[in-house]
């Protein structure tokens, strides 16, 4: 891995530095035989169906003090059950995780973040994130963490709590998901109805972004440690299920995509994206019956009087070179052609070799329209991805349009060689009766 990337900088330096001595351009031809190989190798066949991976891109800050909930109350988008503080030897019922989102002063996202209630965890594991009277955890991209500290410790004032940036090897976040049960359909009405389980040495939270996108774990040590494969002493002891296969952080990304789930600086801008742009509305991070908040204003305006025009969606990268999997029966490339999203190890390499640099930001256009913006490209991996897209321009052909790539190549090219398909997921409807506005 570590080879491939020094060899991908290698490459870059060097065509870089061709360009500016002679201007030379070096045909496409050396860029995919010599670099997307590399990089394309490391996209995964496929994704396993129950598995486990290690979120190294997301870390923690404890948060404890009598003062720690309603702290939080005044910040997040996302309305904190009551929460009672138990004595240690109770076995009480446990909120859920809590999905949510720290705003600006305008309305505007500044990060996506996980809360989680450890108040009431009685293994001794947790106790550095304990106090006597309320404790949280907040999960947050693991870029950002220093930045979203200062940001809290600013509102502190005179507020009882304490404050500490958790280090990923004192306690690390995982995600896992068992795709063989029928997925929970739940609702943002249930999410507050949903109990955490602690089992074994992690705590177990279900993650209720989308219906089915599995679990979150908290483990205070590193999971290195321990057996994965381990039937009797492994899997399940934390929770997870027997048997189930560890995962790479690319493969959950994919899945993430999958379901058109945002997450992180990367794909929510900071200062920049809008909540019910994000989504984070359908994922069930925000209360609109909640009161005062930093940054509210604008969210609930836009949610009563304003009109949400653009959505991040799942999108498909594909090229003239319809897969037989995809064929329509009239083996033209409509959209009959792409009945449902799904990744293909083959097609990822494929479209990877096609576009062997990240176009983070490049602007979609229809293809023979008038090169107006449609929607603006914000992350993928292999032939998946996230775009923020204008639901009133679904229908069509749809192609990237950006600056000229480094193998050459100018943005026709680009265009002709590469489109985008946009998918509406089929978890929304499960979710817009609680928003009530697209």
Known sequence: MRYAHNQYLTLHRRYRAYRQLGGITLPAAFFRR?????????LPSAIPSTGHAHLTNRVLISLTGRDASRFLQGLTTANLPATSVVAPSTTASKPAAIYSAFLNAQGRLLHDVFIYPVTNIIQPEFSPFRSEDESFLIEVDATEQDRLFRWLKRYK???K???RA??????GVWSSWDDTESPLMATQTDIHNNSNVYTGKAAV????RAPGLGCRLLRPQPMDSLSFNSEAT???????KPHSEHSTLTQYT????LYGIPEGQAELPRETALLQESCVDYMGGVDFRKGCYVGQELVIRTQHTGVVRKRILPVLLYDDIIPANRMSATGSGSEEAFPALVYNGDEARRMKQQIPNALAGADIVKVDGKGRRIAKWMGGVGNLGLALWRLENMDGEFAIKGEASESGDAPEALRSRVKVKPFIPKWWKERKSSTSRV
């Open 34 to 42: 010599h670099l997307s190989s590399e990089v394309a190798n490391d």
């Open 166 to 171: 958790v280090s990923p090897e004192e306690c």
């Open 254 to 257: 994919i899945r993430r995509y």
């Open 161 to 163: 709590i304490s404050l």
């Open 205 to 208: 939270f279900p993650d209720l």
């Open 157 to 159: 004032l005179r507020s």
């Open 234 to 240: 492994g899997t399940t002891a934390l929770g997870l």
